[in-house]
T-cell receptor, first 116, second 119 residues
Framework: AQTVTQSQPEMSVQEAETVTLSCTYD???????LFWYKQPPSRQMILVIR??????QNATENRFSVNFQKAAKSFSLKISDSQLGDTAMYFC?????????????FGKGTSLLVTP | NAGVTQTPKFQVLKTGQSMTLQCAQD?????MSWYRQDPGMGLRLIHY???????DQGEVPNGYNVSRSTTEDFPLRLLSAAPSQTSVYFC??????????????????FGNGTRLTVT
């Protein structure tokens, strides 16, 4: 079974600064997908960024980027120029189509607070 | 385009009562699933379906039933509610990739959740 670990239960960053959220995972598979989801106080689950394991290039989406280290099984999320609206829970998630279909295996989340 | 719609948004039940959480999607997605979210636990998969007439269990299926009679709807039934089922429930849907990886471009689309309290 795959496990996803987010070792930072809570983090805080000042507006306009950069913050990195950590995620590690454990799998014996070679091909899989990794995701970061954002959950603001509204409770909505919003996809922030995704990474295919067979792609070496790190994914980026505007102010959000990842550092994907496949050998180390690490998938961190960097948020640049943090904004107050980035305050939310952030979940790292793993998907292996071959073994578990479209099921997402989530970490326990990191609560991010952006302060003025 | 409504996406994934869950009803109700909030529900309070007494122990032993039954109820159905509704989930509907209008994106013609073949894959649908239910997750529960508990504090400090992330989201855990309850049941899922890869098409009408096909359902299967996820990580935490006990106490829940599902059926998939249409592509659009995937209701979750609690037959006899227990306090341990107090949680936030999310429905999610996705396209099904024609190949294992190269054509999978549709991540899970989530509904807005149902907060269920069982007293």
């Amino acid at each position: 079974a795959q496990t996803v670990t987010q070792s930072q239960p809570e983090m805080s960053v000042q507006e306009a600064e950069t913050v990195t959220l950590s995620c590690t995972y454990d799998t014996s598979e070679n091909n899989y997908y990794l995701f970061w989801y954002k959950q603001p106080p509204s409770r909505q689950m919003i996809l922030v960024i995704r990474q295919e394991a067979y792609k070496q290039q790190n994914a980026t989406e505007n102010r959000f980027s990842v550092n994907f280290q496949k050998a180390a099984k690490s998938f961190s999320l960097k948020i640049s120029d943090s904004q107050l609206g980035d305050t939310a829970m952030y979940f790292c998630a793993f998907m292996n189509l071959a073994n578990s279909g479209y099921a997402l295996n989530f970490g326990k989340g990191t609560s991010l607070l952006v302060t003025p | 385009n409504a996406g994934v719609t869950q009803t109700p948004k909030f529900q309070v039940l007494k122990t032993g009562q039954s109820m159905t959480l509704q989930c509907a999607q209008d994106m013609n997605h073949e894959y649908m699933s239910w997750y529960r979210q508990d504090p400090g636990m992330g989201l855990r998969l309850i049941h899922y379906s890869v098409g009408a007439g096909i359902t299967d269990q996820g990580e935490v299926p006990n106490g829940y039933n599902v059926s998939r009679s249409t592509t659009e709807d995937f209701p979750l039934r609690l037959l006899s509610a227990a306090p341990s089922q107090t949680s936030v429930y999310f429905c999610a849907s996705s396209e099904v990739a024609s190949g294992l990886y190269s054509s999978y471009n549709s991540p899970l689309h989530f509904g807005n959740g149902t907060r269920l309290t069982v007293t």
